[in-house]
């Protein structure tokens, strides 16, 4: 382990003939998106090793909700993974929801996965549009932004926030849907089917940007399943872990859709199974808008709850991979420990093995389509 | 001379497709009203908020200076932050009966993180959202705020 101080005397001491070189990308790089810190030591231009130093964004989040009820903990991991706030709450609402032994009425279960699902295409439209900023291409980020914004706009309208929502309860939802929500929602599908070739001529089928993409950064499936990589960057490398398919919660098991794999594992794989799962996520939404059931958005629970004593656990589908929660319960109103799984940390643990030996240069494209959010990775 | 070829054909097959790229950046060039960026703060005056849109908690008071809080804590105790403090005072009623009342809802802005939990919790439904999003402000203290008015009381028939 470095201190800080090494770090800097071995980053001004790296000699260029031909000695090793450290260098420091981060914290405060904009190509780390986020207050990561990596230890890059280099031949030349080649990467020799790479040592992510954590904790900038450590706000000891399952320490927190130690002390919180099982109402009130349910808001700070909207503040883990901020880019799937939704899919967060909906994971942690899903484990009191077991331990409670509450049965979620239809309609709240629908809210929920059209919720999750818009959440995950706002995600990788975001990630899309920064993704080609780290390449050098600015102007996909506009066009990126315009999509989202839509879909913030459908949230705002609905839960009240646009970022850290806090919508899913244990029980249900908080409100009801706005009147305006199908409207809306429809108007936004029509739009992004139209508008997402765009993307297919500004990025996706631009040789320049394949070139870079491509070969790079592969991550084997046997690594992938090492590492306990999850989500889009496993399913890149071939690995079938879509929790939506192998553990379906709430309604996905009735739901038509993919699993998106692809089997190169580099770069460019990760890119199209997150170009590819907006497709899927839209079709799931079109399944849905039109048959909301009816009735309440919210089951009858307790103004205080508390859950037997015992262990839970729960887990969901973020837009990054998998999300677990896990809660060991004391039988008082608030958790004996938290922890959650989250699926950032895993993917960067092998941001080292898949970067060594590649250029310098190539990093950007193998770390932007890991999709690292960092206070999910440290949090 | 393959490799001259195919390296020939990648810049072509390069520069054909940054042109695709930029025929799609050109387009929305000619066309200004396909672009949505609003200008923010010239557009204050149009800017629609939607009604759920949560900014600050307020206490609503009607024209009579009276609100529904019967300074219950329910909010004090749901909220995540310590963000509310109630201080409640005893009012004696008509018949001689001692009653608990609220003297003053402190609520500190600094510390909201507007999850919303303080209004589902509130039984009167007291409290609300407001849409206010601009809150910066020079001085710290500025940002811990009374809710309830001076010389405000609770509303007739709220238990
Ligand atoms: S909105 Fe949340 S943080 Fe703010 S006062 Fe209410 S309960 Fe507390
Ligand atoms: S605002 Fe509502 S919950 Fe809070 S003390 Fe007043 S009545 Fe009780």
């Known amino acids: ?379 | 001379m393959a490799f001259i070829k195919q390296y020939i054909s990648e810049v072509f097959g390069a520069v054909r497709s940054l042109w695709k790229g930029m025929r799609t950046t050109g387009r929305y060039f000619v066309r200004p009203k396909e672009i949505i960026t609003q200008q923010y703060p010239d557009n204050r005056d149009t800017l629609v908020l939607p009604e759920r849109f949560r900014g600050e908690v307020v206490m609503p008071h009607d024209e009579n200076n009276e609100h529904a809080c019967t300074g219950c804590t329910a909010c004090e105790l749901a909220c995540p932050n310590g963000t509310i403090k109630i201080i409640t005072k005893f009012d004696i009623t008509p018949e001689g009966k001692k009653k608990k009342a609220l003297d003053t809802f402190i609520y500190h802005l600094e510390l909201c993180t507007m999850c919303n939990l303080c209004i589902e919790a509130c039984p009167t439904d007291a409290i609300k959202m407001a849409k206010n999003f601009e809150h910066s402000v020079y001085d710290r203290s500025k940002l811990t705020k009374r809710l309830n008015k001076p010389g405000s009381k609770i509303r007739e028939g709220i238990e």
């Open chain 1, 1 to 379: 382990m470095y201190s800080e101080t090494q770090i800097l005397k071995e980053a001004s001491a790296g000699d260029i003939d031909g000695g090793e070189l450290v260098i420091n990308v981060g914290p405060q790089h904009p190509a780390t998106h986020g207050v990561l810190h990596l230890v890059i030591t280099l031949q030349g231009e080649t990467i020799k090793k790479i040592e992510p130093h954590l904790g900038y964004i450590h706000r000891s989040i399952e320490k927190m909700c130690e002390s919180l009820s099982y109402r009130q903990f349910i808001y700070v991991t909207s503040r883990m993974d901020y880019l799937s706030a939704h899919i967060n709450n909906h994971a942690c609402a899903l484990c009191v929801e077991k331990g409670l032994q509450v049965e979620v009425p239809p309609r709240a279960k629908v809210i929920r996965v059209l919720m999750d699902e818009l959440t995950r295409i706002a995600s990788h439209e975001l990630w899309l549009g920064a993704m080609a900023m780290d390449l050098g291409a600015f102007t996909p980020f506009f066009y990126a932004f315009r999509e989202r914004e839509a879909i913030n706009e459908i949230m705002e309208e609905t839960c009240g926030a646009r970022l850290t929502m806090n919508y899913m309860v244990p029980g249900g939802v908080m409100f009801d849907l706005h009147p305006n929500f199908q409207k809306k929602v429809k108007a936004f599908i029509t739009q992004f089917k139209k508008k997402v070739v765009e993307f297919d001529d500004l990025v996706t089928n631009n040789i320049i940007f394949q070139n870079r993409m491509k070969g790079i950064g592969v991550l084997s499936k046997e690594d992938a399943i090492s590492y306990g990589c999850t989500g889009p960057v496993a399913r890149a490398s071939g690995v079938h872990c879509d929790i939506r398919k192998i553990y379906p919660y709430e309604i996905y098991d009735q739901l038509e859709f993919d699993e998106i794999t692809e089997s190169a594992g580099d770069s460019f794989a990760r890119y199209m199974v997150r170009v590819r799962e907006m497709h899927q996520s839209a079709k799931i939404i079109e399944q849905l808008i039109d048959n909301i059931p009816e009735g309440d958005y919210q089951a009858k629970t307790k103004a205080v709850l508390k859950l037997p004593k015992g262990e839970f656990y729960s887990r969901v589908e973020t837009a990054r991979g998998e999300l677990g929660v896990y809660i060991v319960s004391e039988g008082g109103t608030t958790p004996y420990r938290i922890k959650f799984r989250s699926p950032g940390f895993s993917n960067l643990s092998a941001l080292d093995h898949i970067a060594r030996g590649g250029k310098i240069g190539d990093l950007m494209a193998t770390m932007g389509t890991l999709d690292l959010v960092i206070p999910d990775i440290d949090r």
